[in-house]
């Protein structure tokens, strides 16, 4: 099979797959290639770039196109926009479903952004005969979470008061705040991943080291995805009891070109019989390769405790609580 080395998949290329035939242009698991970059290196007014970005469609007068940049709402920090989030995560609840929360997520990003590109976000979801909110739960987690770090840098910058408790037996209160010694976090130290080089949607390809025997079939290559939002969802859902690496699998397997009972599937075709038939290196091999295609920006702060100095993670609650992330985390917590 001649095949090129690197470059990526697009939509087009993917859809008229022949059984056996391997989808052109993905991208080999040994060259992906990754450039790291430091949220504080960005300038004020900048937002990041894009870990994976958005597919533009084609139009009468332009190709498709990947961008990897979006902006963000210049009167997103009036209260307006805090009060919509306040109601979104008022209506999901106190102890809210993974749905909800990823609802919630989508739904403020989509009143948020204003473009991605050059593109308005409303002309994007009519070419993608799509919701603005849906174009989020679409959209990969590492360009999600850049975008929740662009909006709350344009709200309130990348210095950030963390108040939590330390993770030690005496589970002492920790409150940033200049006025007593103790000083702010930043953000600027966070490291964003983003793949180097994309020019449409990724579509890895993993060779397994011996192959899944399936109905006749030898199945050698697999092709992954990085996790779109809505999966995210899917894999913090409870009621869905398999163990979280093999979810993984079910999520972010997307074709598999060699099976005659799963090549053609639309949607993801991943299942149980599959892995029941995968040996344990395979199993590695595909768990390894999951590992790797996660880019996006680190979503914690590094502390260290004040009373004993434990060093701990503080992660970033963009997930239950994105309202105190963006609106309410940039000053100290007065207390009397
Ligand atoms: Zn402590």
Known sequence: MNKPN????????????????LPENSIPLDQLRYVTTRFGDYEPNEMPQLPIGFLIPATDTEPERMTT????????????YDK????????????????????????????????????????????????????????????????ILGVRKQVAGVEIAIATKCPCERREDIRDN???GRPLHTLADL???AFQGITGSPLIEVVLPNGIKDSGDLI???????LKLYQLGKLLDRKNSAPADIKLFYEMIAKIPESSTYGKIKGRPFCEDLYNQMGRKDRT??????????????????VDCYHCG?????????????????????EPIVTE
């Open 69 to 80: 940049s979006f902006t963000v709402r210049d009167s997103i920090d009036t209260g307006y």
């Open 191 to 193: 490291e964003i991943k």
């Open 310 to 330: 434990t060093n701990f993670d503080f992660p970033l609650p963009w997930l239950r609580e994105l309202r105190y992330l963006i609106y309410n985390s940039s």
């Open 84 to 147: 919509f989030l306040g109601q979104l995560e008022e209506q999901a609840g106190n102890n809210p479903s993974p749905t909800k929360i990823i609802a919630t997520v989508s739904n403020f990003l989509a009143k948020a952004i204003d473009k991605i590109g050059d593109v308005p976000l409303k002309t994007l979801a009519q070419q993608r005969s799509s919701s603005e909110a849906k174009l989020f739960e679409d959209a990969w987690v590492a360009d999600v979470t850049t975008m």
């Open 285 to 302: 091999a595909l768990q390894n390769a999951i590992a790797k295609i996660q880019p996006g920006p680190q979503m914690s702060v590094g």
């Open 6 to 21: 690197t470059g990526f998949a697009t939509k087009e290329d993917s859809k008229d797959l022949q059984l056996g035939d």
């Open 178 to 180: 200049p006025e007593e």
């Open 220 to 226: 050698r290559h697999i092709y992954i995805e990085p």
